[in-house]
C-alpha cells in the first residue's frame, strides 16, 4: 500500500514571495504519478501540477513547480510570487500507474497555506 | 478542461430517509468515477470505485448497503445515502477519470447535513 506524508500542517507566506510545500511518500511501485490539488475555501479541488515517475525533468506550470526526488522519494511544490488568490488547502496525492486499469488516488493530509499581505 | 458537476450543492434531511447525489461528466466520458468523504479540516477519504455498467468497488469500511452507487451511464454516477444518520453529515465529492491521461477531475461537492 502507498503512503503519503505531508509534515507541514500549516504555512504562511506574504505576497510575492515564494514558499516550499513538502511531500514525500513510499510505494514499491516503479510507475506511478504524483499530483499536487489545491483546495480553496471553495472546495472545488484543482489540479495544480502532475509529474510522471518516468520522467526526471521537473514539472512546471507558470509560477509553481516541484522538486521530484524519485530515490528520495520526495515531491515538494514551489510555489513562487505567492498571490492571495493561492490561499488554499494543498494536497499531495500518487496514483499507480496500470495499464488498462483505473487507478486510485492516495492523499496525504494536506498543508493549509495563508497568503498575507 | 474537463468539467464535472455534482447535484445538489448541499442538502438537509432528516434521519431515517434516503439522499441522492449526482456526479456528472458534462464533456467528455468517464467510464470509471470515483466517489470521496471529507470531513472539515482533514483529507479526502476514497468511499468507492465506480464503474460503467458494473458493480462499485468499496473501500474496506464503507458499508456497501449504506452508500449505494450507480454508474448507469457513461456520464452519470450516483451516490445514495441510505436511512441517513447525523454521522452521515459530511462534504462528498466526486471525481471522474479521463483516458487516456489518467486524470482525475472533480466536482464542486455536496455538503449533505442529517438532522
Known amino acids: 500500500a502507498q503512503t503519503v506524508t505531508q509534515s507541514q500542517p500549516e504555512m504562511s507566506v506574504q505576497e510575492a514571495e515564494t514558499v516550499t510545500l513538502s511531500c514525500t511518500y513510499d510505494t514499491s511501485e516503479s510507475n506511478y504519478y504524483l499530483f499536487w490539488y489545491k483546495q480553496p475555501p471553495s472546495r472545488q479541488m484543482i489540479l495544480v501540477i502532475r509529474?510522471?515517475?518516468?520522467?526526471?525533468q521537473n514539472a512546471t506550470e507558470n509560477r509553481f513547480s516541484v522538486n521530484f526526488q524519485k530515490a528520495a522519494k520526495s515531491f515538494s511544490l514551489k510555489i513562487s510570487d505567492s498571490q492571495l488568490g493561492d490561499t488554499a488547502m494543498y494536497f499531495c496525492a500518487f496514483m499507480k500507474h496500470v495499464t488498462g486499469t483505473a487507478s486510485k488516488l492516495t492523499f496525504g493530509t494536506g498543508t493549509r497555506l495563508q497568503v498575507t499581505l | 478542461g474537463a468539467v464535472v458537476s455534482q447535484h445538489p450543492s448541499w442538502v438537509i434531511c432528516k434521519s431515517g430517509t434516503s439522499v441522492k447525489i449526482e456526479c456528472r461528466s458534462l464533456d467528455f466520458q468517464a467510464t470509471t468515477m470515483f466517489w470521496y468523504r471529507q470531513f472539515p479540516k482533514q483529507s479526502l477519504m476514497l468511499m468507492a470505485t465506480?464503474?460503467?455498467?458494473?458493480?462499485?468497488?468499496?473501500e474496506q469500511g464503507v458499508e456497501k448497503d449504506k452508500f449505494l452507487i450507480n454508474h448507469a451511464s457513461l456520464t452519470l454516477s450516483t451516490l445514495t445515502v441510505t436511512s441517513a444518520h447525523p454521522e452521515d453529515s459530511s462534504f462528498y465529492i466526486c471525481s471522474a477519470l479521463t483516458s487516456p491521461y489518467n486524470e482525475q477531475f472533480f466536482g464542486p461537492g455536496t455538503r449533505l447535513t442529517v438532522l
Open positions: 465506480s464503474n460503467e455498467g458494473s458493480k462499485a468497488t468499496y
Open positions: 509529474q510522471e515517475a518516468y520522467k526526471q
